[in-house]
């Protein structure tokens, strides 16, 4: 029996994010289910030598300040480095300032030349990834059928549509995108008495989530306003629960290599729930065929044109919403894809 260890560069369990929950949490669980592993987690690799070499490998993600990869390197214990975005964030991005000063791109590079193996979500980002090493392997974000939060589709008991969005705090540049278009959606006397939106993981009083609450209600619209459902953050273990909350999702997102480079989660997710989902049209969610796509140079008419033409037109919702849900259960079960993990942990050699 394989026994992993998974290192979660956190500080405890409650500081878990959906990096942490995609991958490494939900591939190893349906590594445990399928093929019997031992796995366990640890926030800490300060562990002795006789340790760390009881460990077939250690699954490592997103970076290796503390240059952990040497040390496994020297004990002869193979290494999984994944990654999930790209190391250079874009212009405008909040965390952009903190990268450099850490040097973050130069310690994935790192982490990704020293690795025994390296993973990543996408086949956009092993092109970028194939510049070091072209032996990257793609293990696609997925969910995990039996997690309770991804379980029975659900729909909210209403006559109006629910449109949601549901995001964390670095989002605010493509949300932007959507200000102009959902003003019309909210001045449309045709429509905006039969919507109702729907904002997941919003935290009270701050600054950056009121600034989303302005794009999204079109510049605070009295409408708006008034038919406006605020859901708090939730852990790993139950964000899911947000989409039943929910009959269409928005994923906007800006065109440039960064987010090109990004899984298609909102579409994987909500797919999964059951709903439907209007997106920007850029790789990641242009790759699946029942999703609404918009075009950047039309943000500031064609959201607004989907949206309305999904509110008039109930029938096309339930539609699409089936579609996409059979689309990405096919595509996206963890169970489809963990064997090229498995695969991964039975080399024998280093």
């Known amino acids: 029996m394989k026994k992993i260890l998974q290192y979660h560069q956190v500080q405890s369990k409650e500081s878990l994010t959906g990096c942490e929950y995609y991958r490494s949490i939900i591939p190893h669980t349906a590594l445990q289910h399928k ?8 926030n800490t690799l300060k562990l002795s030598d006789e ?31 994944d990654i999930d975005d790209h190391w250079i964030l874009y212009d405008g991005h909040a965390l952009k300032s903190t990268w450099i000063k850490q040097e973050y791109a130069k310690n994935c590079i790192y982490a990704m030349k020293k690795a025994t193996f390296v993973t990543c979500s996408t086949e956009v980002l092993a092109k970028e990834i194939r510049q070091y090493r072209d032996d ?7 969910i995990l059928e039996t997690e309770p939060q991804f379980e029975q589709v659900k729909y909210p008991q209403t006559e109006k549509l629910r449109i949601g969005w ?15 278009s959902m003003g019309k959606v909210w001045s449309d006397d045709e429509i905006n008495d039969k919507i109702e939106l729907v904002i997941g993981g919003y935290v009270m009083s ?23 459902i605020l859901l708090p953050p939730a852990s790993i273990e139950s964000f899911g629960y947000m989409y039943d909350s929910c009959h269409v999702m928005l994923a906007p997102l800006k065109n440039n290599l960064f987010n090109r480079c990004k899984s298609g989660l909102k579409v994987v997710e909500a797919g999964w729930k059951g709903k439907a989902v ?27 044109k989907a949206i309305k033409h999904l509110v008039l037109n109930p029938d096309i919702v ?3 919403q089936c579609k996409l849900y059979d689309e990405v259960t096919m595509k996206n079960n963890i169970f489809d894809h963990v064997c090229k993990l498995h695969e991964i942990y039975q080399t024998t050699k280093y």
């Open 51 to 81: 340790q760390l070499q009881s460990y077939d490998f250690v699954h490592l993600i997103r970076r290796d300040f503390n240059r952990h990869m040497d040390k496994l390197n020297l004990l002869g214990v193979r290494t999984v480095f």
């Open 35 to 42: 093929y019997g592993y031992e796995i366990q987690s640890t």
């Open 136 to 142: 990257v392997i793609v293990i696609p974000n997925c």
């Open 278 to 304: 209007i997106a920007s049209d850029i790789e990641p969610y242009n790759q699946y065929e029942n999703v609404i796509t918009v075009q950047e140079r039309k943000n500031h008419k064609d959201w607004y």
């Open 166 to 180: 549901i995001g964390g705090t670095h989002h605010g540049i493509d949300l932007e995108t959507l200000t102009e």
């Open 318 to 320: 339930k539609d699409l």
């Open 206 to 228: 701050h600054p950056i989530y009121q600034r989303f609450l302005h794009c999204l209600t079109g510049g605070q619209n009295k409408k708006a306003m008034a038919n406006t």
